[in-house]
Nanobody
Framework: QVQLVESGGGLVQPGGSLRLSCAAP????????MGWFRQAPGKEREFVAA???????????HYADPVKGRFIMSRHHATNIQFLEMKKLTPEDTAVYFC?????????????????WGQGTQVTVSS
């Protein structure tokens, strides 16, 4: 069951940029985590990035090593919309990207810990 709404994705050349967004309509998160995962053909779903928070003021961002310095995740607290800015994309970034959300801020890098999921959006990096 899809509870989050994703947009963005598409085809981009190596070195290019893309922006993904994910909305959580009707949901309220006083604390929690919102994350991005990706799954390439024949591979397991892997962690990309997450934002965790325990209140409305302070939040923390976390990134998988392959995307550090290239991807930036942000979240608009009032609207519960999260964004993933992806830069310097390589063919290895090609995958279906999924956004996810949970109501606790611990264990943010394991997909089984997340309660809500988006439908997935294809990102293809190719010349």
């Amino acid at each position: 069951q899809v509870q989050l709404v994703e947009s963005g994705g598409g085809l981009v050349q190596p070195g290019g940029s893309l922006r993904l967004s994910c909305a959580a309509p009707g949901r309220t998160f006083n604390k929690g985590a919102m994350g991005w995962f990706r799954q390439a053909p024949g591979k397991e779903r892997e962690f990309v990035a997450a934002i965790t928070w325990d209140g409305p003021v302070t939040w923390y961002s976390h990134y998988a090593d392959p995307v550090k310095g290239r991807f930036i995740m942000s979240r608009h607290h009032a609207t519960n919309i999260q964004f993933l800015e992806m830069k310097k994309l390589t063919p290895e970034d090609t995958a279906v990207y999924f956004c996810a959300a949970k109501y606790s801020s611990d264990i943010y890098d394991k997909p089984d810990e997340y309660e809500l999921w988006g439908q997935g959006t294809q990102v293809t990096v190719s010349s």
